[in-house]
């Protein structure tokens, strides 16, 4: 039973900076893979991050590679995708997720769970 709630988001210019934080509670997800996924409207939810257990390592999609940095806070239970240099193609509800135990290297959608609620970001231009 774990639970994950997505926070941070919010309306920026296109430029402008958005640090989106995952809570995880019920039990500690230090040792899981956790990813960053969004969905805009009308269009299939898609990956955007992931992390390893640990943070040992990371993963992005290409558009957001450079731009985003995702980081773990094992401590606080925490997730985390600082997003930089925002772009309004990056408007779109965000989710964080769980790694089911399919192993470090995917980006299917299917192979996480425990999805939060999501938050909305919203960049203008």
């Known amino acids: 039973q774990v639970q994950l709630v997505e926070s941070g988001g919010g309306v920026v210019q296109a430029g402008g900076s958005l640090r989106l934080s995952c809570a995880a509670s019920g039990r500690t997800v230090s040792t899981y893979n956790m990813g960053w996924f969004r969905q805009a409207p009308g269009k299939e939810r898609e990956f955007v991050a992931a992390i390893s257990w640990f943070a040992s390592m990371t993963d992005y999609l290409d558009s957001v590679k450079g731009r985003f940095t995702v980081s773990r806070d094992n401590a606080k239970n925490t997730l985390y995708l600082q997003m930089n240099d925002l772009k309004p193609e990056d408007s779109a509800i965000y989710y964080c997720?769980?790694?089911?135990?399919?192993?470090?290297?995917?980006?299917?959608?299917?192979?996480?769970?425990?999805w939060g609620q999501g938050t909305q970001v919203t960049v203008s231009s």
């Open positions: 997720a769980l790694n089911l135990g399919t192993g470090w290297g995917t980006r299917r959608l299917t192979d996480f769970g425990s």
